[in-house]
C-alpha cells in the first residue's frame, strides 16, 4: 500500500516533537532541506544578538567581558554541547571553525603518538571524507614526515595496523550520510593502538553521539549546521580528559593561558580543555550560536537526542519510501544507507544527468536541498526533526517530482553556476 | 599660560573630524577611553546586523552565500583594511583572531628562513610584546627546536645577527603605548638578513601605517580595537606579495583552497593571499566588522589617517599636559613617550599604589579606561579621534583629578578583582 498525503498528515498530527518548529523563523512557503550546510534562524536569535549588540557592545562596551559573562561563553556553550555529544562538563568548548579545531587535535594526537609509539607513523582517513579535514591532515603529515592514507570506508578496518598513529573519520558523511558505528570503529582502532579523532559536523544535534561510551581520544564539531547556530558560527572541540593535560597544542594563545589577564611572557597552559582555545572569540556570533543551542535544550523534556533521531529516521523513512513510490524511473539512485544503523540525518540521491540544475529548480520552487558535485553527482537532502514535518516530505517529494517530470531543469537559469554550490 | 576647558571647547569648535563622533553610539555620561581594547558600536551596525540575521540568514538562509556576499567577506573587509595600512587591494584577508593568524604567518615567516637561510635559529621579539605574540612564538619554537629570544625595546637592534630568522614585533606596545618605527626598524632587520612580521593591533586605524612604503614581510592585526569591529571581531592577516605564494601555511584548511566547492581530496593552495584563509568565518561577527571599518572610511575625504593621527597627538598631547598641569603631586608618572614619532594613540600611567582602584573609580563615574598590572602598574587611556574630542579630555582628566584628591579610590568596592581586567 502506497503512502498518502492523509498518512503524512496524521504522523504530523501525533508527533510529540511537532511544538519544536516554533522554536524557527522559516520563510513562507521554504521546505528547508538544508540544515546540514547552515542550519535555520532559532525565533530568540534575532532579539538575543540584538541585545548583545545594543546593550552588551553598545552600553556595557569593555565592561561586558564581565557583566554580560562574555569570558565565560566558550565554556558555556561548550559545556551544553557536552549534553548533546556525551561528554562531561568541563570537557568541550566552543571556540575557531572546525578547521582550526581539526588541526589542534590532530597536532595533539600526533604529538601523544610521537611520545607513546614514534613507530607510528600513518594517519588513516576516508578517502570521501570532508575535505577540510583531509588537507588539514595533509598539511600536518606533510610538515612531520607521516603518510596520510585514505581508504575507502569498507576498507578501514583492514587499514588499520601497527604503523597506525591516527585515524580520523567524519562520523556521517557529507556526502553520502552514511554513519560509521562510533563505538566499534573506535574499539577496532583501540585493538590495534591507533588514537581516534572523529569529526561531528554531520552528527552533533543530529543523531545520538556517546563520545564517552565510544571511549574516543578527540572530537570535533561545527555550530552552523544541526546546533542552528547561525552563518559561520563557532565550532566545538572535545579532547577526553585523559589526554586533555598530556599536550600543549601549538595554537597556544593567550585564551589558552593558565591566567591569561596575568599577561605575563612565559606560556604555562590552563587546565583541562581550557588550553584548547586561542584568540578572542566573536561575541556576536557565539551569541547566536547559543540561541541555536536552546532549540536543541528545549526537546530535552521531550526526549531529548533519542526522540529527535527516532523521529529523523522516519522523516528519511518517509522521504526515501516516497521517492521510490513517485519519482520511480527518472534515474535517481539512492545513495544513503537504508540501514538505521549506517544513516546519518539525511538522504542523498545520485543522478547520472543534470543534478545541479534539478537542485537549482527546486529551490526556484522553495525547496532548499543542495548539490555536491562527483561522480556521482549527489542531490543532497538534510532533514532537521526540530522543525520539519511529515507533510513537509511529502510536498518535497512532490515538487521533486513534478521538477523532474516536467524537464523544467533543462532551462538555462539553473544550470549556471554559482561560487558557492 | 595653563590650559583651560575654554582652550578645549575652541579646539572641538575648530576640529574638521568633528562630525564623526555621529558615527557611533555611545552611552550617556560615558568618556570612553578603551577603545584601544574594544572600540564602541557604530551607529550603522545594529540595522546591518538585524538585516544579516533577519533576511541574510533568516530568510535567505544557504543561499546568503551568494546572494549576499558572505564568501566574499574575508576578501572585501581585506581590501578595505589593506587602505588603512599601506598594502595593495587583494592583499589582505580579515579572518580568525589575531593569535590564529600569528601563527600562520610565523610559520611561513620561520618556512621561508629554514629554506633560505637553515642557519638561523633565533626568533627575536619584546620582552613586553603582548603576551599572546609571544606564547604563539614560544610553542612554534619550541616544536620546530628554535630559540625565542625576549630583550627589551632598546636592545633589538644588537639582538639581530647572523642567526636572527625572525623579527616579530607589536607595531605599538600594549602596555606603554610606545611605538617602534617600523621603516627604519625593518630595514635594520634585513640588513641583518632577518624576516619582520608585524603586529598592528594597536596600530591599524590608529596611526599611519605604511606596510609597504616599510617593506615589512608580514602583517596581522585586530579587528575590534582601533577598526570598531565588536568584541571578537575577527582579525586580519597580510603578507607581502614577494611571500605569499612561497608556502602552504599549515591552517590549510578548505578556504585556502584553490577551488573549496569542488571537494578535491588533495589540497591545492589559492592564490595570493586567500591561502591564509582556513575554515569559515562568523558571518554576524564580520557584518559587525565592516560597520566598523566605514566609520574609518568615513575619515578618508577629511583626511583619513593622516587627518586622525593629527587629532590623536592632539589629543594624547591635552591628555598629558592636563595630567600635569591639574593632577600633579598624585603619584602618577607617565610611561608613554613624549615624542610624538614614538607614540602610538594611548596614554599610560604608572603609579606604584592603587592604579587597578583608581581605573574602577573613574569607571564609575563614566571614564572608562583600564588597568594593566605591573611592576609598574599601569592605568591605560585610548585615545581614539573618530570619536573623542578636547572637551571629553578635560572632563576625563578632571574626573581622574578627583578621584585622587577624594581618595575614593581606596574603596572596598574598587579594589575586588574581576576575571578579565
Known amino acids: 500500500m502506497t503512502t498518502t498525503l492523509q498518512d503524512c498528515r496524521a504522523l504530523d498530527a501525533s508527533d510529540p516533537l511537532r511544538p519544536l518548529r516554533d522554536l524557527f523563523l522559516l520563510p513562507e512557503g521554504v521546505i528547508y532541506l538544508d540544515g546540514n550546510s547552515l542550519g535555520p534562524l532559532p525565533k530568540a536569535a534575532?532579539?538575543?544578538?540584538?541585545?548583545?549588540?545594543?546593550?552588551?557592545?553598545?552600553?556595557?562596551?569593555?565592561?561586558?567581558?564581565?557583566t554580560a559573562g562574555w569570558y565565560e561563553l566558550p565554556r558555556r556553550l561548550g559545556d551544553t554541547i557536552a549534553t548533546l555529544v556525551g561528554a562531561g562538563p568541563g570537557e568541550v568548548v566552543a571556540t575557531d571553525s572546525t578547521s582550526v579545531n581539526l588541526f589542534k587535535v590532530l597536532s595533539a594526537a600526533l604529538a601523544l603518538c610521537a611520545a607513546d609509539a614514534p613507530g607510528r607513523r600513518t594517519v588513516v582517513s576516508e578517502r570521501s571524507n570532508f575535505p577540510t579535514d583531509l588537507y588539514i591532515a595533509e598539511g600536518l603529515c606533510r610538515e612531520r614526515g607521516l603518510e596520510l592514507r585514505l581508504v575507502e570506508a569498507e576498507d578501514i578496518p583492514a587499514a588499520l595496523d601497527a604503523r597506525t598513529a591516527v585515524l580520523m573519520l567524519t562520523h556521517v558523511n557529507y556526502r553520502t550520510g552514511a554513519m560509521h558505528d562510533m563505538a566499534a570503529v573506535t574499539r577496532a582502532a583501540h585493538e590495534r593502538g591507533a588514537l581516534v579523532v572523529w569529526d561531528l559536523a554531520h552528527s552533533a544535534g543530529a543523531v545520538e553521539v556517546d563520545l564517552h561510551g565510544a571511549d574516543a581520544d578527540f572530537a570535533i564539531g561545527c555550530g552552523y549546521k544541526y546546533l542552528n547556530g547561525g552563518p559561520g558560527a563557532p565550532a566545538f572541540v572535545w579532547v577526553h580528559p585523559r589526554h586533555a593535560e598530556r599536550f600543549w597544542q601549538p595554537l597556544s594563545g593567550w585564551w589558552s593561558h593558565a591566567a591569561p589577564f596575568a599577561f605575563t611572557p612565559d606560556y604555562r597552559p590552563a587546565a583541562g580543555i581550557a588550553r584548547y582555545l586561542c584568540g578572542t572569540q566573536p561575541v556576536l556570533s557565539m551569541t547566536a550560536l547559543e540561541c541555536g543551542l536552546e532549540t536543541l535544550l528545549a526537546a530535552q523534556p521531550l526526549g531529548g537526542m533519542a526522540a529527535l533521531r527516532r523521529k529523523s529516521l522516519a522523516l528519511t523513512d518517509l522521504f526515501i519510501r516516497l521517492v521510490e513510490e513517485r519519482c520511480a524511473g527518472n534515474g535517481l539512485a539512492l545513495v544513503t544507507p537504508r540501514d538505521h544503523a549506517q544513516r546519518g540525518s539525511q538522504v542523498c540521491l545520485a543522478r547520472d544527468e543534470g543534478a545541479y540544475a534539478i537542485v537549482q529548480a527546486l529551490i526556484a520552487r522553495g525547496v532548499i536541498g543542495d548539490f555536491r558535485a562527483g561522480p556521482p553527482d549527489i542531490l543532497r537532502f538534510g532533514f532537521t526533526p526540530l522543525y520539519l514535518g511529515f507533510e513537509d516530505v511529502w510536498n518535497a517529494v512532490e515538487q521533486l517530482r513534478e521538477v523532474l517530470e516536467s524537464g523544467e531543469w533543462r532551462r538555462g537559469e539553473f544550470n549556471r553556476k554559482q561560487a558557492v554550490t
Do not use: K, Y
Not at 540584538?50 to 565592561?63: D, F, M, P, Q, S
Open 46 to 66: 534575532p532579539e538575543r544578538v540584538a541585545r548583545a549588540v545594543r546593550e552588551e557592545w553598545g552600553e556595557g562596551l569593555i565592561r561586558s567581558w564581565n
